[in-house]
């Protein structure tokens, strides 16, 4: 008899826990959206867009947003997130699902962006300017500031936002309707172990020829194709030492140092390519509190006056 009571007890301090888990956190709206109105995509057409984990590609009609809302009254910033996959597919779950899921537990408003691949990088570009325009569209309607709209990226997809970041400038398509008049440049970005960023490189599709005669005075040049300037917005990078493209993220560090962007560079020893927030042992764990104190340092949440 003891025992039962025991056990109803435990069962009830359980309930309890758990309801008090639920009060604290904050309940999170879902929508999918197109990126693009139906027939008016364009560039390339729309591909094997989305991968569980970056296995085996899913197919979607259209790129997409996948948006998460956490209900607070504060209006706050919104972060789009751009998973890696190399271009050839995406790792929507570990670097999509995992860090909205997070970021929306926050408080902290996002939408996962499902860009085009495989071998898609410039329409891929023209889908990150599209989603941008698109949240600062909706911005009344989800209780978020326009002026505050950041994107984060994973391998691949930090690339994605350090193009967008350096981009902005040069329009990747033609208006098509009121979002398109709005501003594509992001007022924050996050890159997390992004890959080719840096001229000499180690993929030779992205990041242009290897070092040969150049010479170690270039072992850090910036890729062609990002224009870092003092319009470039603030930058948060992470990288670590035994990542293959570890000189990417000091490359680009680099070129925002020398426009003087304001840009926070976190190179850990260990930790590899592709952990999101999986690696639980390494001190590269620690990025995603390093994020979250950067984006409040920047009032992104809106609590500084």
Known sequence: MKRIFKKILLAAFAAAALACARA???????????????????????????????????????????????????????????PGGGYKGLASDHEGVQI?????????????????????????LMD???????????????????????????SAGANLCARASTQFGKEAYAPIDAADSLSSRPDFAGLVYPAYCDKPGNDHRWSGSPLGADGYDKLYALAENL?????????????????????A????????????????????????????????????SEWKDLFEDWLKHHNFDGEKK
């Open 24 to 82: 604290d956190g904050f309940k999170v709206e879902r929508a999918d959206m197109p990126v693009w109105p139906e027939g008016k995509m364009p560039g390339a057409d729309a591909d094997k867009i989305a991968g569980k984990d970056g296995k085996i590609p899913e197919i979607k009609a259209a790129p997409s947003l996948s948006v998460y809302l956490p209900r607070t009254e504060r209006k706050t910033g919104f972060m789009i997130i751009c």
């Open 100 to 124: 909205a899921d997070w970021l929306s537990g926050e408080g902290i408003p996002c939408a996962i962006l499902f860009y085009r691949v495989p071998d898609k990088p410039q329409a891929a």
């Open 128 to 154: 990150i300017q599209r989603a941008i325009r698109l949240v600062r569209a909706n911005a009344q309607k989800w209780n978020v500031d326009p002026s505050r709209i950041g994107i984060m990226g994973f």
């Open 227 to 247: 224009n870092v300037s003092k319009d470039t917005p603030p930058t948060f990078i992470v990288q670590t030492q035994d990542d293959f493209y570890a000189n």
């Open 249 to 284: 993220a000091i490359a680009y560090y680099l070129a925002l140092k020398g426009s003087k962007v304001p840009a926070n560079l976190h190179m850990f020893d260990k930790g590899g390519h592709g952990y999101g927030l999986r690696n639980k042992t390494d001190l590269v």
